[in-house]
């Protein structure tokens, strides 16, 4: 990312800022760049702008846009708002079909849609209309739908007994005891406490902090929204409701924002992706006409979702294009800058600090300043074993991280004798804690032992092994992640991985995409297997059910559990 200016304060007039940007654009486009790389590679390029974003109120700004409690407060199309009985003052967008702005409201501006003036962003050759301003995941699915989930069922909920805007209206008073999501708030408690105790048993890959956001939402961050949208609500809220109808629709949100933070779609996703949406809003629309809940759930984010489909087939995934990394720099530069005289000098040398300092890293060769083992045989791809490292003699040790060498040479030999002989040529290992795995660090039980790490779990992989030319799925704890070659002809070593098997595989009854397992209770021999570092697929967390069970609901980072999990959920027998 580039920074290219940082503007002080509130400011009145932003176009004035940003036309010298803008028109330095233009002549990019138009007359080329000319890039000198550090290794004295010349590359002649030319520069383009194709998109513009930020939250919803930054981009009102970029187009002039009276905001989203206008009459007309949707920047993409001309639904009109309606308030609600307790909020007329507000608007609320419950058409989502509603037809698109034309291009004419951003290049001449249209007073009476609440558009102000011209943006100075259709100057560019490449402006194309609404489509020009993406849509932000991190605000709009994390800091507005998961801040809204949390208002609509663990807010709504905690004071029955006041009125609130999303209750629906019978009578002339509130239909508290109709309220749709409805739900006991001492259940919403015992919910919370799962998210404590599963804390441990959550990834960092997460990226959240994994708080109890049922209990307090204080000093939340949008991320935090957002594992509260995409692992919370699907394992430990939907639960909470009989009424099937409110479990589905529930679960199709969920579905469509995580297939919306994918990194890649095909067209049949996006398509899942808007009937997702397009059932939950009609599902809304249904409660609101039976007076169950408020039009005041058709809040700006919510509506906005029924336009993520068109965004993302013009402008690409919202991943790729997200608010995420600029939230961060923001952040950074708010934090260095200390001047109260000369702000502006000093902003200016701390960008050009962090540009001198992302030029060196970029330059350096990150590999050889690891710890690491590489291996360039055909087993391997491009996977990495970390340290810390440790070897073993199968022959003459007895204990490798307190598994027995006995259990650890029958599991090696049976995972040999699945593809070759199931004799051992080599007695050696090469332990290591930690392995690197399509760019992401996976731990164990090893390494949490060394660095007395417990507070996150980052040793638990769903991994697939073949059972009668079928693939099934298994979850387990990695113990250590090792390097063995049994090959007698040469160095032919493979990654391998000894894990602790879960007791049970299944799905949520509720949710056939929901992968359940069940961990070995206190006293019952564990089972391991090993298998090779390419059978993982995903770094999981477990996120337990309810008290003292031993039943877990698994979750992956952004993952879409699409397959039939009961169909495909693997046996202790066949590993």
């Avoid at 290049?107 to 194309?128: E, H, K, V």
């Avoid at 939340?220 to 629709?249: G, H, Q």
């Avoid at 809003?281 to 489909?309: Q, T």
């Avoid at 098997?501 to 070995?520: G, R």
Wanted: glycine share 6%.
């Amino acid at each position: 990312m580039f920074q290219l200016a940082i503007i002080p304060g509130k400011i009145v007039d932003l176009d004035s800022y940003m036309l010298p940007i803008v028109d330095e654009i233009k002549s990019l486009g138009k007359h080329g760049l000319v890039v000198k790389r550090y290794d004295g590679e010349v590359i002649t390029s030319k520069v383009h702008l194709v998109m513009a974003t930020g939250d919803i109120p930054q981009i009102t700004k970029f187009i002039h846009h009276q905001g989203h409690r206008a009459v007309h407060g949707c920047r993409i199309c001309s639904v009109k708002g309606e308030g609600s009985l307790r909020n007329p003052g507000s608007k609320y967008y419950a058409d989502s079909d509603a037809p698109l702005r034309p291009s004419s409201d951003f290049t001449d501006g249209n007073a009476a849609t609440q558009i102000l003036g011209p943006s100075i962003f259709s100057l560019l050759p490449t402006f194309n209309g609404s489509s020009f301003f993406g849509l932000d995941e991190m605000h709009l699915l994390g800091q507005g739908m998961g801040r809204f989930l949390v208002e609509l069922i663990v807010e709504v909920n905690k004071s029955p007994r006041n009125s609130h805007i999303l209750h629906g209206v019978k009578d002339g008073a509130s239909n508290m005891d109709g309220y749709t999501f409805k739900v006991d708030h001492q259940k919403l408690a015992a919910a919370g406490k799962m998210i404590e105790e599963s804390r441990r048993k959550i990834p960092v890959s997460f990226q959240g902090s994994w708080d109890n956001l049922i209990s307090r939402t204080s000093g939340a961050r949008a991320i935090d929204f957002l594992d509260f949208l995409l692992y919370v609500v699907p394992t430990l809220i939907v639960p909470l409701f009989e009424d099937k109808n409110v479990r589905l629709a529930l679960l199709k949100l969920v579905r469509g924002c995580a297939i919306a933070l994918q990194w890649e779609l095909t067209e049949g996703l996006i398509r899942e992706m808007e009937n997702c949406f397009a059932h939950w809003h009609n599902y809304l629309r249904e409660e609101i006409k039976a007076n169950k809940i408020s039009v005041a759930v058709f809040r700006p984010n919510n509506h906005y979702l029924a336009h993520i489909g068109m965004i993302t087939r013009r402008n690409g995934c919202m991943r790729v294009y997200s608010a995420r990394s600029m939230e961060r720099t923001i952040g950074r530069y708010s934090r260095l800058i200390k001047s109260t005289v000369f702000s502006g000098k000093n902003a200016g040398n701390i960008v050009e600090r962090l540009a001198t300092r992302s030029i060196v890293n970029f330059s350096m060769d990150i590999n050889s300043l690891l710890d690491m083992l590489s291996s360039s045989s055909q087993y391997n791809l491009d996977h990495q074993l970390w340290s810390p490292f440790s070897s073993a003699n199968l022959a003459s040790d007895t204990h490798i991280e307190s598994v027995p060498i006995a259990t650890i040479i029958k599991e090696l030999k049976k995972y040999y004798s699945r593809s070759s002989s199931s004799s051992l040529h080599s007695n050696t290992i090469n332990i290591s804690a930690r392995a690197l795995l399509n760019s992401r660090v996976y731990s164990s039980c090893m390494y949490r032992r060394i660095r007395r790490e417990y507070r996150r779990g980052n040793h638990h992989v769903l991994f697939y092994i073949s059972h009668n030319s079928s693939f099934c799925w298994y979850v387990g704890s990695v113990h250590f992640y090792f390097q063995h070659n049994n090959s007698s002809e040469g160095d032919d070593s493979q990654f391998l991985v000894l894990v602790e098997v879960m007791k049970k595989h299944t799905c949520a009854k509720y949710d056939p995409t929901m992968p359940v397992v069940t961990m070995n209770g206190p006293g019952q021999p564990p089972r391991y297997a090993v298998i090779s570092l390419n059978d993982i697929k995903y770094q999981v967390g477990l996120v337990q059910k309810s008290t003292d069970s031993l039943e877990h609901n698994v979750v992956a980072p952004y993952y879409i559990f699409r397959d039939n999990i009961k169909a495909t959920a693997g046996k202790l027998v066949n590993i």
